[in-house]
């Protein structure tokens, strides 16, 4: 029996996300007035939210990547995480705001925080599109959530299954049919 995967509904339209990208931006301009900023997107999911709320800081900011894998199933994460392509940049002092797809169990921004503190940043912030708070197993609520979504396997608007869909422009989830 082989599986189908099958994207469900619609739950984020591209100009939802854009709306709240602003709104966010905007509130991101406010809290950090006079400072300068290094926005640290997680490779891969995070790319098309960063590229929608970096539009909207009106302040001094630098953009930067890191790319953290925490071991599993390829739809859960386990309590292991390993950075596989670090920050290029000095944070000692700065302020970083970490750009994130989705915080599930939050194991992968607990560890990625603690990794950044060892460099002493001024402060570390995350901003993320989605929160999946009934998942969660760590302590951490993210300071800027783009929306809170149900217990479902999210992909689109940069977040994958097999590395697939990414590229939707809106946030679907995926619903597994068997096709006989
Ligand atoms: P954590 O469980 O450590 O909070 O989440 C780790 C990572 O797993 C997220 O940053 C994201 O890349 C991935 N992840 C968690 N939940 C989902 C989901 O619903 N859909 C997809 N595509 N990835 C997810
Ligand atoms: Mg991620
Ligand atoms: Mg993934």
Redesign the pocket.
Known sequence: MAVKDTIGKVLFTEKDIQKRAKELGKVITKDYAGEELILLG?LK?AIMWMSEVMKYIELDTKIDFVSAS?YGSSTS?SGVVKITKDIGMDIYNKNVLII??????????RYLKEYLSDRNPKSVRICTMLD?PSRRKEKLTPDYIGFEVED????GYG???DQKYRNLPYISYLEATDIK
């Open positions: 997680t999911g925490s994460s994130e797809d989705i915080v599930d169990t939050g194991y992968t921004l999946k479902l396997f999210i992909v977040l994958d299954y």
